[in-house]
Structures are given as structure tokens and as C-alpha cells.
């Protein structure tokens, strides 16, 4: 029950992740970096202080007790992954939800699943899954065998976008995803996923004050919330700056007061997105509480994100007009990605 019990959790969180951007469709009148700081400070600011008071007893005294090292690993991860986190909005603008998110989150999988394990090996770390103890077991090799068919099913969903992406129009291009542009969504997507699993290395320079919160007696399901503090912190500077600098390049920080704009849902939806992308990372500590900051963890709350963007790209018709070759690769692809969540969840178990 405790594995099953995991898989959901993430299979929530990456129904929140896979779904956030959508409400940002829903904002007129404002340009991108107005529309995604405001979405940010309660992504990284509002709601993660909200969800820490409600399930960390004392959490600001553990921050304030800890360790320079484990504050400041936390926070430079934490900076890292905003660069990653920044693009990644970039990729999804320029590719759309399905194709920006699936590329992404490939290169992000293979980082943030399987370098912890290894780098546990080379510290020789006291606690955590090493990438050696995985392949010394029938459990661990199968989960492994679970990230590979993952990366296979990531790979084959993002060679159906490079098919749908020469057989649509550029009428069809601009219905769905109205600022697609190849060159640029690849290029930022490929820094996105790479940084984007930095956020993973967050978790585990954090886990220190996850400890303490547990010890503290706070409930193990939600210990992650107060390292999600400081790391979440670091992913605002580096969103803030930026946005920041475009407002001030594009002359859009009358966005914020423009009144022939819809002012009030344009926060709404903007709110709106913030507290979904945050849900994502609620869940996974959930998630990961029940089966461990591994390879298991990190593949489960990716692929389940790449099944639900694919979904929804599919629902705004981001697909519209592709062939039947295209249309049977992707459904391969969500195929092979399902097929690997089921073998990591039972590799797990054993």
C-alpha cells in the first residue's frame, strides 16, 4: 500500500505540473514576464510559506538552525533550477505544452533520476539509494530498466513533434501554439532540462532539515515543505531578475496597472497557475515520503508529467492535422512512458 499509495501521490503532483501552464492561456493584454513573475511569487513565494505553516510546526527555526552549508547548497540549486525553470516557460511558449514539456522533461528525467544515486556512491553517502546498490539488486535493476524505457518513450514522443512540426501548416503552427519557433523552443528547452534537474539536487542538500522536521515529530509526508523554503527562494531570484529586465526592456511594467487589460482575472488565472506548478512538488514530497528520493521517485513524477502535457496538448489541439503515422507515434510513445511507471512502481516494491 505504501508503494501504491506513492505512485498516486505523483501521479497528482504530475497531473498539477503537466496542467499549470494552462491558466496562463486564459491572461490578455500582458506580455510573458509579467504574466509568469506574478504566477511565480506564488509559485516559489506565497504558497510555499502557506503550505510549510500548515504542516511544519517550527519550520522557520529549523531554517534558522541550520547548517550555512545546507541553506546555501539549497539555495544555489534552488538558483540553478530557476534558470531551468525560467526556460522552461520559454520552451513551452515556443513549442507548446506537449512537445516543450516532453523534450524538456526527457533531459531532466535522465539528469535528476539517476545523478543522485550516483553521486551517493561517490561520497560514499551513509543513507540514500546508490547507483551500485540498485544493480546489486532485482528490485533496483528493474527500476533501472524502468528509466531506460522511459527515456525510449520520451525520445519516440519527441520525434512525433519533429513529424507534426513539417507536417502542419504554419497557419496550424500559430492556431495552437501562437509564438512557435523551432530554433529557439529547442534551444531553451535543452538548457530547461538540464538545469530543471537541479531541483532534485535541491531536495537532497535540503534533506538535513527535512530530518529535523521529522524528528521534531511533524508529519513525514509533508518534511520536504520546509526545505522547499529555501530552495524555492533561490528559484525567485533568478525569475524576479529576469523578468525584471525584460519588463524594463519591453516597457511592459505597466502591465501590472494597465486598466484595458482584465486586471482582475488576468491575477486570477495568473494566481491560478502559480499555486497549480506548486502543487506538483506538494505531491511529490508526499510521493517521495512513501518511496524515497530515488531514481523511482524522480522517473515516476517526470513521466507522469509528460503523459498529462501530452493530454492536454492533444485536448488544445496542438496536434491538429498530423497524419496517422504521427498520431500512432505519439500514442506509442505515451505508450512506452505508462509501460515504465508500471515497471518502476513494481521494481520499487520488491
Known sequence: ?????????????GVASGSFYTPYKKVKGWAWESFWIVGGIFSWLIVPFIAATLTIDGFWDIIANADVSTLSWSYTWGVLWGIGGLTFGLAV?????????????????????LLPPIYRDIVNADSGETFTGMLANTGGQIVLLGVLLCLIGIAVSGKAGVMKEKEQTPEEKQTSVKEFNTKKGWAVAIVSGVLSACFNY???????????????GNNPLFQNNVTYIVLLWGGLTTNFIWCMYLNKKHKTFGDYTNSKTPLSSNYIFSAMAGTIWFMQFFFYGMGESKMGNGASS???????????????????????GVNR?????????IGLIILSVLLVGYGNSL
Open 1 to 13: 500500500m505504501q508503494i501504491i499509495s506513492g505512485i498516486l501521490f505523483h501521479f497528482i503532483g
Open 93 to 113: 511558449r515556443y513549442l507548446g505544452i506537449s512537445l516543450g514539456q516532453t523534450v524538456t522533461l526527457g533531459l531532466t528525467s535522465a539528469f535528476g533520476s
Open 202 to 216: 535541491g531536495i537532497e542538500a535540503g534533506k538535513p532539515m527535512a530530518n529535523v522536521a521529522v524528528e521534531a
Open 298 to 320: 524522480w522517473i515516476l513524477h517526470m513521466a507522469f508529467i509528460i503523459l498529462i502535457s501530452n493530454l492536454w496538448g492533444i485536448i488544445l489541439n496542438e496536434w491538429k
Open 325 to 333: 503515422k504521427t498520431a500512432l507515434t505519439i500514442i506509442s510513445g
